[in-house]
Every structure is written in C-alpha cells, then in structure tokens.
C-alpha cells in the first residue's frame, strides 16, 4: 500500500481540472482497493472546507466570466441606438453570431460547474469516509517554530507555518508507523523545493524525507507516474507543467490575514530605483579569509525592475523581493516609510500613487545608512565615526 498526502492546492487542482479528472476517480477507487491511503492533515481538511465552495469554482470559471463579459459588453455596444458604429454599420447589423456564441459559452459554464460539483462531493466522499486524518501533535508545532526561527524552508515566504505543519505531521506520521512507501504532494515550490529551478526538493527539507523513507512531488500526476508507468502521458505532464507555472498561486495576505479568504495576486513588471552604492574593495588591503566569507554573502546586485501586483478582490498592492523572492503585502501605513522584505530583510521604501492624475507607484531600495549610537538618527556611511554621527562624535571629542 503506499500513503499518500496533498497540500489543499493540490486538492484544489484536482478538483478543478488543472490535473486530469482521472487522477482523482484513480485515487478514489485505488483507495477502496486499498492499493493507497489517503493521509489527511486536519489543517488540510479545515482549509478545504472552508474554500471549497469559493476558491475552486470563482477561479476555475474566473476566464470564462472574463470572456463572457467583454462579448456582452461588445453585443451591447453593438445594439446601442445612439452608438456611432450605427451609421457606418447600418441597420444590417448582424448579431446573431454574437448571441450564438453567448449561449453556448454559458452551456458550457454549465457543464464546467457541474463536474467541478461532482469533482468537490468525491473529495468530500474520500475526506469522510476514506481517509486517515492526522491530528497536529505539540512537538510538530515546537517543529515547525524552530524551522521558522532558522528560517529553513517551508520558510521562504511569509505565513508558511500552516504548510510547516502539514508536511511535518505527515512526515511525523510516516516514519512513527514506520510505513515504507509514501509520497507528498504540492504545487508550492516557492517553499518547498530550491529558488534556482523549482524543481528539486529544498536542501533544508531533503534529510526530513530520506530519514521518513519518503518521497515529494510537484504535481500527482508526476508521482502516479512512479507508481504506474505512463499513467500519465508524456505531453499530458507537459502540459500540466506549464499550467503549474500559471497555477502557482500567490495569495493575498491581507485577505489570508483579515478575512480568510483565498484571492489571487496578479503580478507584473515595474521599475525599481535601486540607490545603494556598492564600493569596491581595496586589493592592496589584506584579507582575512572572515572577510571573504562575509563577501560572498553580501548581495551586491543592483535591481532594475520588481514584480508588483494587486489583490484580484480587495486591490492590497503586493511585490516579490528581488533577492530572495518572498512575497510581501504593502500595507496602508506602509507607503513612504521604510519596508523591510518579510524573508531577507532588504529594505525597500514605496511611495504611494495618485489614482486621479495615474501615476504609479514609485519602488526604490534607498542607499544603505547607519544608525547613530548616540542619538538614534540615520546616516550615510560616510557620515560615520566609530558608529557615531559627526555631531555626535564631536560633542563626544569636546567632552573628553
């Protein structure tokens, strides 16, 4: 028999189609079989109950909405008696292939969120009467706390501790039932596989699986493979890796944070004025091999652009970090003051944008400064003594 635990995204995905719809009916008899068993997370389960009704429908009909909309807004435009188009079209105006077109993108709307509700009532099906629910025991969360204190993935993003305990306790079950075969699956490589390829299993979290004998999959196709060869297609896996790229979701913290609600974050390109000035080192100056290894973890790049985007339900502006990619909400009273990236630290500053006269907002990592040690303003490297700012360093020079 081999266990298997999904994040909810990747329940999400089955049950909206971005994995094929077999996988799920192929789970569901597999585990009547008792070919597979179905580990299930109580985190896992009230995440699911709480957005399956919202979050797999709104955003599996989200582009058919979108398109049904604009031909509406293009047949009203059409049919409209005072529009101009009027008088070039004339009164043989045909929209008939218009209304045709709108009938049968809403037939299909309908038969969409018909299999998604049959899709949603098996899950439903498997999570009541088949699956073996883990429970979060206390030493998973004093787990988890230590993982984020070291910043150890799943730990690359900001409110990562829900999938700390999901993995955790599914790894906590495996190896105290010392099971032999298991896999765990997730579409969020942002926290659990390496920044460079999205592909490998984070480094921080490779000993965690060999030592509970256990595997990790980007998607349940990829690990139905492994168990039954060619299950899945070779152009299906491709496909469904490229919908994963469209599917990894960002989420809206705000909205996570203050409502409980799962909403999408849509991002783009924007200029970023990175000001830090980075000096380069005196050759002729020995070298201690410290200051080497201190180089080496200085981030001396300078950034042109970041992905900025806003929340599809509530408009809270969000931007990825240009060094270590965390994802990063701009709350209200965070607009002209100092920013600091959730994950590494980095200091940004975001000056608000004027919806009236459309400007954009404008992202700038400012030049790095050092407090004073005396009073507590910042300062300019080079307007620096020994931590102390000159004002400070004379009064201190006069008073002894």
Same mark, same amino acid.
């Given at each position: 028999?081999?266990?298997i635990?999904?994040?909810?995204?990747t329940w999400?995905y089955l049950a909206?189609?971005?994995?094929?719809?077999?996988?799920?009916?192929?789970?569901?008899?597999?585990?009547?079989?008792?070919e597979?068993?179905?580990?299930?997370p109580?985190i896992?389960?009230?995440?699911?109950?709480k957005?399956?009704?919202?979050?797999?429908?709104?955003?599996?009909l989200?582009?058919?909405?979108?398109?049904?909309?604009?031909?509406?807004?293009?047949?009203?435009?059409?049919? @409209?008696?005072?529009?101009a188009?009027? =008088? $070039?079209l004339?009164? /043989? &105006?045909?929209?008939? +292939?218009?209304?045709?077109l !709108?009938?049968?993108?809403?037939e299909?709307k309908?038969?969409?969120?018909?299999?998604?509700?049959e899709?949603i009532?098996?899950?439903?099906e498997?999570?009541?009467?088949n699956?073996i629910?883990?429970?979060?025991?206390d030493?998973?969360?004093?787990?988890a706390?230590?993982?984020?204190?070291?910043?150890?993935?799943?730990?690359g993003?900001?409110?990562?501790?829900? @999938?700390?305990?999901?993995?955790?306790? =599914? $790894?906590?079950?495996? /190896? &105290?039932?010392?099971? +032999?075969s298991?896999?765990? !699956?997730?579409?969020?490589?942002k926290?659990?596989?390496?920044?460079?390829?999205?592909?490998?299993?984070?480094?921080?979290?490779?000993?965690?699986?060999?030592?509970?004998?256990?595997?990790?999959?980007?998607?349940?196709?990829?690990g139905?493979?492994?168990?039954?060869?060619?299950?899945?297609?070779?152009?299906?896996?491709?496909?469904?890796?490229?919908?994963q790229? @469209?599917?990894?979701?960002?989420?809206?913290e705000?909205c996570?944070?203050m409502?409980?609600?799962?909403?999408?974050?849509?991002y783009?390109?924007?200029d970023?004025?990175?000001?830090?000035?980075f000096?380069?080192n005196d050759?002729?100056?020995?070298?201690?091999e410290?200051?080497?290894?201190?180089e080496?973890?200085?981030?001396?790049?300078?950034?042109?652009?970041?992905?900025?985007g806003?929340c599809d339900w509530?408009?809270?502006?969000?931007?990825?970090c240009?060094?270590?990619c965390?994802?990063?909400a701009?709350?209200?009273?965070?607009?002209?003051?100092?920013?600091?990236c959730?994950?590494?630290?980095?200091?940004?500053?975001?000056?608000?944008?004027d919806y009236?006269?459309?400007?954009?907002?404008?992202y700038?990592?400012?030049k790095?400064?050092?407090?004073?040690?005396?009073?507590?303003?910042?300062?300019?490297?080079?307007?620096?003594?020994?931590?102390?700012c000159?004002?400070?360093?004379?009064?201190?020079?006069?008073?002894?």
């Amino acid at each position: 028999m081999i266990y298997i635990a999904l994040d909810t995204n990747t329940w999400i995905y089955l049950a909206n189609g971005t994995e094929p719809a077999r996988l799920l009916h192929q789970i569901r008899q597999q585990v009547i079989t008792s070919e597979i068993a179905v580990l299930l997370p109580t985190i896992v389960k009230d995440e699911w109950d709480k957005h399956k009704n919202g979050t797999v429908k709104k955003e599996s009909l989200k582009s058919f909405n979108n398109s049904l909309k604009d031909i509406e807004k293009t047949l009203k435009h059409l049919g @409209d008696k005072d529009n101009a188009l009027r =008088f $070039l079209l004339g009164d /043989k &105006s045909d929209k008939v +292939e218009l209304k045709e077109l !709108i009938n049968k993108f809403k037939e299909r709307k309908n038969e969409i969120e018909n299999v998604i509700e049959e899709n949603i009532q098996i899950i439903d099906e498997i999570f009541r009467t088949n699956a073996i629910v883990i429970n979060i025991a206390d030493h998973i969360y004093v787990k988890a706390g230590k993982f984020a204190l070291e910043k150890k993935a799943p730990f690359g993003m900001k409110n990562s501790f829900a @999938d700390a305990l999901i993995v955790f306790s =599914f $790894l906590d079950y495996i /190896k &105290s039932h010392s099971i +032999e075969s298991s896999m765990f !699956i997730s579409y969020n490589t942002k926290d659990f596989c390496e920044n460079d390829d999205k592909k490998s299993l984070h480094s921080d979290l490779v000993h965690e699986f060999t030592d509970s004998n256990s595997h990790f999959y980007k998607t349940l196709s990829e690990g139905f493979n492994k168990i039954k060869k060619d299950f899945i297609s070779k152009e299906e896996l491709n496909l469904i890796e490229y919908l994963q790229k @469209d599917y990894e979701p960002y989420y809206c913290e705000v909205c996570n944070e203050m409502h409980n609600r799962l909403n999408h974050v849509s991002y783009h390109k924007h200029d970023l004025i990175d000001e830090r000035v980075f000096t380069e080192n005196d050759k002729s100056q020995l070298k201690f091999e410290f200051d080497e290894e201190v180089e080496q973890h200085l981030d001396k790049q300078k950034y042109s652009s970041i992905e900025v985007g806003s929340c599809d339900w509530c408009n809270t502006e969000h931007f990825i970090c240009v060094k270590c990619c965390t994802q990063n909400a701009v709350w209200e009273h965070e607009y002209d003051d100092k920013k600091e990236c959730e994950g590494c630290g980095l200091s940004y500053k975001i000056e608000p944008y004027d919806y009236h006269e459309g400007s954009q907002p404008s992202y700038i990592i400012p030049k790095e400064t050092i407090t004073c040690e005396k009073c507590g303003n910042e300062y300019n490297e080079e307007d620096i003594i020994e931590n102390l700012c000159m004002k400070c360093e004379d009064e201190y020079s006069y008073d002894n």
